[in-house]
Nanobody, 114 residues
Framework: VQLVESGGGLVQPGGSLRLSCTAS????????MRWYRQAPGKERELVAR????????FYPDSVKGRFTISRDNAKNTVYLQMNSLKAEDTAVYYC????????WGQGTQVTVSS
């Protein structure tokens, strides 16, 4: 199982970024996928979840209305569109799959700063 994130970077407050996570080594279309983030000195937190067919999503209040998770099962890829970014969104963002155990990508840094 491999999860590879991309798309992070430096963005000004109010800006947008789209993260991608390409999966391999398992039947991607059968599994719920999640995005987490971890800021320095803080615990890793869930920021978005999407079920296997993309028909159901979940967001915590901290990102609801600003972040959108989606997936393309033909490309084995899950996305996180982040709009209206704030300084407090600065973190390393991780893609996650729960199979018989948790699998994590290497993470991609998102920095929101002027």
């Amino acid at each position: 199982v491999q999860l590879v994130e991309s798309g992070g970077g430096l963005v000004q407050p109010g800006g947008s970024l789209r993260l991608s996570c390409t999966a391999s080594g398992f039947t991607f279309s059968s599994y719920t996928m999640r995005w987490y983030r971890q800021a320095p000195g803080k615990e890793r937190e869930l920021v978005a979840r999407i079920n296997s067919d993309g028909g159901s999503t979940f967001y915590p209040d901290s990102v609801k209305g600003r972040f959108t998770i989606s997936r393309d099962n033909a490309k084995n890829t899950v996305y996180l569109q982040m709009n209206s970014l704030k300084a407090e969104d600065t973190a390393v963002y991780y893609c996650n799959a729960l199979l018989f155990r948790q699998y994590w990508g290497q993470g991609t840094q998102v920095t929101v700063s002027s």
